[in-house]
């Protein structure tokens, strides 16, 4: 997206504001953390590191941007110096981020921000909405991939996504979760992420003749066909592929009940010789429906999954939050009523132990702490607000996501009811708690 | 978004290539539909159709983008013909809606698109993640301000939407559906909807001391502000305003038991002569939320409603449909072996006829038609791929749903257990069916 910078709460801007009147300038630390897993969720998968990064890089406010905050209602007693001041901001502070391809769990900072308190608190919206959809989605592919047992799956939902760039944005993070690739043409050409396709109904429909559609589609497309089959009826349709001694790369189901029909069609493929052609299934598939459709032994190859990938459906959003933990160097610490809304204080790090290959426990620790033998998760990725590396690609992302989530014990991913992961919260973070409360009379 | 032609599925593009190198280039009709309502709702409202006409004024292919699509594997046997046709391809076609802000119901066409097939059919997935995604969430929008009770909804939801575009999509139809304004600078920015805010736990965090954070806060925006309570603890903060003589225009509640917080919170503004100062409450809300605090006689002013306004959360998704409905002007219609899967053919229309002020039902016909004493809904918005009128204002649009919302049966509108509406397809239309699936020889 192109000037982004108003892609914002209005508080962010009243906040700076006031920050800027009252010359309460100094530099604060926030921390980005998911507050709780959603349901059925034992871990999440962190993406939208790369499109964070981006955005904080040029972050810049444009003329009409800035005259349009010089009139809105809510600034009528703000200083033209305060615009004059965004009218120059840049965004120069200091990012450690966990890795994109990455599982984390609750309350483990996924992104760690210091700067001027003004340019790291506006950017609280964009970074929130960008890193935890995308953190979601890959999880939510995670769950699906794993639940197809090593069949390829497909993401095809980007017609029900929460409008085009969710559905450009799934598509990459649901690749990284280890999709094999995604309907979305955009997301293969911006990001390299691979695209397929096969026909939809509206194609065979054009016709007057199903067996005609297939043929022109299969004249064109020798090597790609996915033929759909269930436009009228599916396996009269898979009959008059073979009689026609078609032989497409595949067949698609897309309605009815897939367990059965993708025997009847495998053993009609089979009695015909087209040993090679793959069956693909689609219709309104998750995990839950794929893990039930192989247990009932359906022959099915390749799986499209839409809705459930572009929307993570049935947890639709991450109790994701943005703290300030520190100002001028000093811890800072929301107290609550709620027990589960407070968070600690303090610049933090997330120390991973492995042992025998297997991810044992992770600490929640100060910045300052150091655990031997243990992997830190946050690196630092920028520095006066410039990326230190180039991101790295897509693929390397999702063969690091495949790589550490073979790490997790299984009991952590079972996709109904996942054991919890051990994560505990360090000495020193405990003892820092406790005198920030203590600092600030409670 | 800019250049947004490949932000489709791919086999959008492979069926356009067949349809191309098979000479299959007839007129073609389709129809964007619903098919089910989803749980609680007894209707929804129509949004995002300036956004999917901008798209098809706007379609067009770069230079990149087909080169891209020149190499990619699928379109390796594809003529340059095809590469040639698509660079000069632009959307010529006829669009018929129903007007953003328009109540309606399953399987009633939101838009139909009659143009040359290729045109029609590489069109359907940005169509339907527009029209769909903003559907969904001004419906939600048109619930949480009816639970609400005549009193201000702001949607807050930006940083728990599915990505930056969708969070500014969300405050637009969340608007339409009855919303006061949203968060979102840029949606006050792009479209005029209203943006409001208040001030985040951060703010009061910065200070050292609470009263001193409110008093800045004060100063910079004496008319405008909305203290946070609940930084760390309710009623202690809104003591310290009290014996500080502020007098805010509002003070904000974000977590705890909302009902009893609002209601001592209350006493003690009015004990002090506060009056005017108003109650606004945030932390995960909706509609089921809401009506439960006001039953429990919470003494809340306004409502910020985040998560469930920018994801519809507790039905992210809608079962939105795009079908070929005719091909050269004769009747398509998919058959299938799901009942509820099933479409009628043939362009259509759908009547709606009113009584004592109230809708009383609907008639789903064909386009050729007529209905005394109804009013059709859709209407012709676009022709030769040019928009016949510019798109109403926000305001129209949401003054427009706030008065047809209030046609709809009460039981309709019921948020838990809606009534059906009564919707009936025309003789005629189950003739054509009949009549088509014959002709299919089914």
């Given at each position: 997206m192109e000037d982004t910078a108003l892609l914002t709460d209005l508080y962010e801007l009243t906040m700076a504001a006031a920050y800027f009147e009252n010359r309460h300038l100094g530099t604060a630390t926030f921390e980005l953390f998911?507050?709780?897993?959603?349901?059925?969720?034992?871990?999440?998968?962190?993406?939208?590191?790369?499109?964070?990064?981006?955005?904080?890089?040029?972050?810049?406010?444009?003329?009409?941007?800035?005259?349009?905050?010089?009139?809105?209602?809510?600034?009528?007693?703000?200083?033209?110096?305060?615009?004059?001041?965004?009218?120059?901001?840049?965004?120069?502070?200091?990012?450690?981020?966990?890795?994109?391809?990455?599982?984390?769990?609750?309350?483990?900072?996924?992104?760690?921000?210091?700067?001027?308190?003004?340019?790291?608190q506006i950017v609280e919206t964009f970074l929130l909405t960008t890193l935890t959809f995308q953190t979601m989605i890959a999880t939510k592919a995670a769950r699906v991939v794993a639940s197809a047992a090593g069949r390829p799956v497909a993401e095809f939902g980007s017609r029900r996504a929460h409008g085009p760039l969710?559905?450009?944005?799934?598509?990459?993070?649901?690749?990284?979760?280890?999709?094999?690739?995604?309907?979305?043409?955009?997301?293969?050409?911006?990001?390299?992420?691979p695209s397929f396709g096969t026909l939809a109904h509206s194609f065979v429909m054009a016709y007057d003749d199903e067996l005609e559609s297939f043929r022109e589609f299969a004249r064109v497309f020798p090597e790609h066909s996915v033929l759909l089959l269930d436009t009228y009826n599916s396996l009269h349709a898979v009959d008059k592929i073979i009689a026609a001694g078609l032989r497409p790369y595949g067949v698609r189901l897309?309605?009815?009940?897939?367990?059965?029909?993708?025997?009847?069609?495998?053993?009609?493929?089979?009695?015909?010789?087209?040993?090679?052609?793959?069956?693909?299934?689609?219709?309104?598939?998750?995990?839950?429906?794929?893990?039930?459709?192989?247990?009932?032994?359906?022959?099915?190859?390749?799986?499209?999954?839409?809705?459930?990938l572009a929307t993570s459906n049935d947890a639709p959003a991450l109790?994701?939050?943005?703290k300030l933990v520190a100002y001028e160097g000093e811890p800072r610490v929301k107290l609550t009523e709620e027990e589960d809304k407070a968070s600690y204080p303090g610049s933090k790090q997330v120390f991973r132990f492995v042992e025998d290959g297997v991810y044992a426990r992770d600490i929640i620790a100060t910045a300052a702490e150091n655990y031997a033998g243990s992997e830190p998760l946050l690196t630092c990725v920028m520095r006066d607000g410039a990326r230190l590396a180039p991101a790295p690609s897509v693929h390397d992302m999702r063969a690091r996501a495949v790589r550490?989530?073979?790490?997790?014990?299984?009991?952590?991913?079972?996709l109904t009811n996942p054991a919890n992961y051990r994560v505990e919260v360090s000495a020193k973070l405990k003892e820092l708690f406790a005198e920030t409360k203590q600092r600030l009379g409670r």
């Open positions: 998911v507050r709780r897993l959603p349901p059925r969720r034992g871990y999440l998968l962190a993406a939208g590191l790369e499109q964070a990064l981006e955005y904080l890089e040029g972050l810049a406010f444009t003329p009409p941007q800035i005259d349009f905050l010089r009139r809105h209602p809510a600034f009528a007693k703000v200083s033209e110096e305060f615009f004059h001041y965004l009218s120059r901001l840049r965004f120069t502070g200091e990012v450690w981020a966990v890795a994109e391809g990455t599982p984390v769990f609750a309350n483990q900072p996924l992104l760690r921000v210091t700067a001027p308190i003004i340019e790291a969710a559905g450009l944005l799934a598509a990459r993070a649901a690749y990284i979760g280890g999709c094999a690739g995604t309907a979305n043409v955009d997301a293969h050409f911006r990001f390299g992420v897309d309605s009815g009940n897939l367990a059965e029909l993708s025997k009847q069609v495998r053993e009609r493929l089979d009695r015909a010789g087209l040993h090679a052609t793959k069956i693909v299934a689609s219709s309104d598939l998750d995990e839950y429906v794929i893990t039930e459709l192989l247990a009932g032994g359906a022959r099915i190859d390749e799986f499209g999954v839409g809705t459930a109790s994701g939050v943005y550490l989530l073979a790490k997790l014990p299984p009991s952590v991913r079972d």
